[in-house]
């Protein structure tokens, strides 16, 4: 069986071109598999998988749950909120408690930034990062890109615009190393305050103007503004927001060229999508949670197979 470089999935900018291409071939077998009347296979019978989430989630605990589960792994499930967190417990300690019932792998969501990290450095576990505060979501761009080859065909030479409030989200960072190692241009694009000031670095090009962005590229890739990460106001309202950001079929219809609309989840419809761009040919927001599936259980099978 080919192998991942990687003990561990704790964000693009550890794994190799080929770790992704690796990753694509794989979940192309499973995503057959998840055509087929029976889902199951017995991949991982006897791996305990713990999904350890310290921050909300609807599409990523479900698809890796639901990827373990079609692996035939044992799956136990801990939210933060209804745990010992609330008494004071440590993220070792409850990480380890959790190890000493014999726990093969984690997935770990967590509010600060390299969190995962810190538990791969003293936990034997395989430790795959569910979306670590704003640094990064690596599973999210794995199936964004996986999206865009399906759809397009190929990532080398592409367009992808990402556009949004980059200053809080993961899954931009993420993306922009996933689609460069794969070959693609990326953009940045969002009101100044909302883009951070070391992206350019990443060899990302910057622009504010939504018309320019969504004229130059193959792809948007469109974010959430994410209110709950700010701790200040960057925009006068919501409403201005989209009315010069907000992206509508309208707009979509008038480029006079095929766009792929894409978007992480959760959409906040009337904000950076209206319900008519969302729910539009264009879109393909729906593929990219079917693809979150079998691009986990992908990650879950490479990772189990690898060294330690
Ligand atoms: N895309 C994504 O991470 O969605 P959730 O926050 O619902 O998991």
Redesign the pocket.
């Known amino acids: 069986m080919s192998k991942l470089s990687q003990k561990h999935l704790l964000g693009i900018k550890d794994i190799t071109p080929q770790d992704i291409q690796l990753i694509f071939e794989t979940a192309d077998t499973f995503k057959d598999v998840l055509n087929r009347p029976i889902k199951k296979v017995p991949s991982l019978r006897d791996i305990t998988i713990a999904n350890i989430f310290f921050e909300?989630?609807?599409?990523?605990?479900l698809s890796f749950e639901l990827a373990e589960k079609r692996l035939s792994a044992d799956v136990v499930n801990f939210s933060a909120s209804s745990s010992s967190v609330k008494k004071g417990e440590t993220l070792l300690d409850t990480v380890n408690n959790i190890l000493a019932m014999k726990v093969d792998m984690v997935v770990m969501r967590h509010a600060s930034p390299g969190a995962p990290h810190l538990l791969a450095r003293h936990i034997q576990a395989n430790i795959i990062n569910a979306?670590d505060g704003t640094h990064e979501?690596p599973t999210?761009a794995l199936l964004d890109a996986y999206s865009i080859r399906e759809k397009l065909g190929s990532i080398a030479g592409k367009k992808v615009a990402i556009i949004g409030d980059i200053l809080h989200s993961r899954?931009a960072l993420s993306n922009i190393f996933a689609l460069q190692k794969l070959g693609a241009s990326v953009m940045v694009c969002g009101p100044p305050t909302l883009l951070p000031k070391f992206i350019a670095q990443t060899g990302v090009k910057v622009e504010t103007d939504i018309q320019k962005a969504l004229a130059w590229c193959d792809v948007a890739n469109v974010l959430r503004i994410q209110l709950e990460r700010q701790q200040i106001k960057y925009f006068p309202s919501l409403r201005e927001y989209a009315l010069y950001y907000g992206i509508t079929k309208k707009i979509l219809d008038s480029l006079k060229k095929p766009i792929v609309l894409m978007h992480?989840?959760?959409i906040n419809r009337g904000v950076e999508l209206s319900s008519d761009a969302a729910d539009s040919k264009h879109a393909i927001i729906l593929d990219q949670v079917e693809n979150g599936v079998a691009i986990r259980m992908a990650v879950l099978y490479l990772l189990a197979g690898s060294a330690n």
């Open positions: 909300n989630s609807t599409r990523t605990r979306g979501h999210q899954v992480p989840g959760p």
